[in-house]
Nanobody, 126 residues
């Protein structure tokens, strides 16, 4: 059974940066497309970014393009989310997820992913 574990969250001031990591154990992620989602206080879970298993394609929520970057290292079984110019509205629990389905072009939906991590809290102070 694959387990996904996120790390790298924390408290950061507005304008700062964080790099989230998602590490898989139990099975290689190399055949999975990966995604990052987030859920802010009182909000529904929303798509952040996704990446194909060969890293040939990446997709982002429109509002996050240019500030967030998704990447992966299949040799390390890890996926990353670099977040720059953070804003208070980026405050959320961030989840990584894996899907064995062909990755949808553009926005992904949570139901398309079968594996999820437990989440890591990101808090951006103003």
């Amino acid at each position: 059974q694959v387990q996904l574990v996120e790390s790298g969250g924390g408290l950061v001031q507005a304008g700062g940066s964080l790099r989230l990591s998602c590490t898989a154990s139990g099975r290689t992620l190399s055949r999975y497309a990966m995604g990052w989602f987030r859920q802010g206080p009182g909000k529904a879970r929303e798509f952040v970014a996704s990446i194909t298993w060969r890293s040939s394609d990446t997709f982002y929520a429109d509002a996050l393009k240019g500030r967030f970057t998704i990447s992966r290292d299949n040799a390390k079984n890890e996926v990353y989310l670099q977040m720059n110019s953070l804003k208070p509205e980026d405050t959320a629990v961030y989840y990584c997820a894996a899907t064995s389905r062909p990755l949808r072009v553009g926005i992904s939906y949570s139901y398309e992913y079968e594996l999820w991590g437990q989440g890591t809290q990101v808090t951006v102070s103003s």
